[in-house]
């Protein structure tokens, strides 16, 4: 791999408790917008491809719109629970999505949940955008949210803690970022505090992630490289407006050029 950060077990402690800590994302609202995006762009689709699909609770969703949907995630952990959940148009598989070839094209890519923002090189977002070309059908799409780089810049990311809870654990997650202008890096340290009622014990673990910001200057020149092209761009969650400053997520729709 050419960037150590991203590996199997950067998610083995985390994807236990994955779910439980998005617990308030709504999936439902979100898979919609996601099949509209579809349905506007590429109205005939049948198949996708979602690159980091983690534990399956997009792909289950936008699956009940009547896709065939293959997920790939790095994390064996996050495949391995989604296969227990998994919808009967679902298909799971581990892999690096900077590396993975499937035998099989779609007519749309899709990876959501900012996983783009986790290639924190030129190669490795290359390398993923590449997986998506060699993966897309003649005039398919590929479809992507990531961290707006106006917006992180304009609001940095702070500490905050989240508390989490079902009737069997209570999870508090401590989020402590710092924001690298040189790299375009926000390195997160997770402290995350994990109790478990049942036994009443605690157990603490923690994460690094490093995600990039991304402009959308970049984002085309290294689309274009691989034969994409950037066709349309959104502050996420909306239909006809494009990120600004305020826009801490945005989305990208490319085509094959």
Request: glycine share 4%; aromatic share 14%.
């Amino acid at each position: 791999m050419s960037n150590p950060n991203i590996s199997d077990n950067q998610f083995k402690d985390y994807a236990a408790y994955y779910d439980l800590l998005n617990q308030d994302k709504d999936y439902f609202k979100e898979a919609k917008y996601i099949h509209d995006l579809i349905q506007k762009h590429k109205p005939k689709t049948k198949t996708i491809l979602s690159l980091g699909c983690g534990t399956g609770r997009y792909e289950n969703e936008i699956a009940k719109y009547g896709y065939e949907i293959t997920g790939v995630d790095i994390s064996s952990q996050m495949i391995e629970i989604a296969e227990k959940s998994k919808a009967k148009n679902c298909l799971f598989a581990s892999g690096d999505i900077r590396e993975i070839r499937l035998d099989q094209k779609f007519d749309a890519v899709i990876s959501l949940f900012h996983v783009m923002s986790y290639m924190t090189s030129d190669e490795d977002l290359s390398r993923a955008f590449k997986t998506a070309e060699e993966h897309l059908n003649s005039g398919g799409i590929f479809i992507f949210d990531f961290w707006h780089g106006p917006a992180v810049l304009a609001d940095p990311p702070y500490s905050r803690t989240k508390a989490f809870e079902n009737d069997k654990l209570k999870v508090d997650r401590t989020a402590y970022p710092l924001v690298s202008q040189d790299s375009q890096l926000v390195t997160i340290d997770y402290k995350i505090e994990v109790f478990n009622k049942l036994f009443r014990q605690k157990q603490y673990f923690y994460e690094t992630h490093k995600l990039r910001y991304l402009f959308m200057q970049e984002i085309e020149t290294l689309l274009n490289k691989v034969f994409l092209h950037l066709n349309s761009k959104l502050e996420w969650l909306s239909y006809t407006k494009e990120p600004d400053s305020n826009s801490w997520y945005a989305l990208v729709i490319a085509t094959i050029k």
